[in-house]
C-alpha cells in the first residue's frame, strides 16, 4: 500500500531551495509552449511566464482542450472574438494573427495581461481579472503559477 503526500507550496519551494543547482541549462525550444509563453513575457518586462503559462494551463491545458467555450470564447488561450479583435498579436512573424495558432495566442494573452498591469506585482491580479472576470479565476491561475514556479525554478 503507498500513501500520496503533498507538500503545501511552502514546502515544495523549500525543498526546491535546498536542491542542488544544475550544472548545465538546457535551451527551450521557442516553438514548444514553455517558449512561447516565456518569449510572451518578455515583451512584458515584470510578467512571470508561469503566469502567461497558468493561463494556458486554465483555459485550455496547453491547447489541448480549446474547443469553443459556452461563452464563445476560442483558441488554446479562450478569446472571444472581440478580446481577439483589439488585441490579435502576431506571435509567430508570419504576417498573420490567428486565434487558433498557440504563437499568436499566447503572443496576444502576454499583451492583453501586459496592457493591464500584468508586468507590476501590485497590479498582476487585477491583469488577471481582466483576462476573465472572476476572482476564482485569478487565485486559480495564481495557484497554478505558484505550483509552476515550484516545478520549474520560475526561470
Not at 515544495?12 to 510572451?40: C, N, Q
Not at 491545458?61 to 480549446?66: C, I, T, V, W
Not at 464563445?72 to 479562450?78: C, D, E, I, R
Not at 497590479?123 to 486559480?140: F, G, K, P
Request: with cysteine; hydrophobic share 40%.
Amino acid at each position: 500500500m503507498s500513501i500520496a503526500v503533498s507538500f503545501p507550496t511552502e514546502s515544495a519551494s523549500l525543498i526546491s531551495a535546498l536542491s542542488p543547482p544544475t550544472k548545465k541549462k538546457t535551451a527551450v525550444d521557442p516553438r514548444s509552449y514553455v517558449g512561447m509563453y516565456k518569449r510572451a513575457a518578455d515583451a512584458c518586462p515584470g510578467l512571470p511566464w508561469t503566469v502567461v503559462a497558468a493561463v494556458g494551463e486554465v483555459e485550455s491545458q496547453h491547447g489541448r482542450d480549446a474547443a469553443r467555450s459556452t461563452a464563445g470564447a476560442v483558441g488554446p488561450m479562450q478569446f472571444l472574438p472581440s478580446t481577439w479583435k483589439a488585441y490579435a498579436t502576431d506571435g509567430d512573424g508570419d504576417g498573420k494573427t490567428d486565434v487558433h495558432s498557440a504563437a499568436d495566442a499566447i503572443a496576444t494573452a502576454g499583451k492583453l495581461l501586459c496592457v493591464n498591469g500584468g508586468g507590476d506585482r501590485s497590479t498582476l491580479a487585477t491583469a488577471i481579472w481582466n483576462y476573465n472576470h472572476s476572482w476564482e479565476y485569478v487565485a486559480r491561475v495564481l495557484d497554478v503559477s505558484a505550483q509552476l514556479e515550484t516545478a520549474k525554478g520560475g526561470d
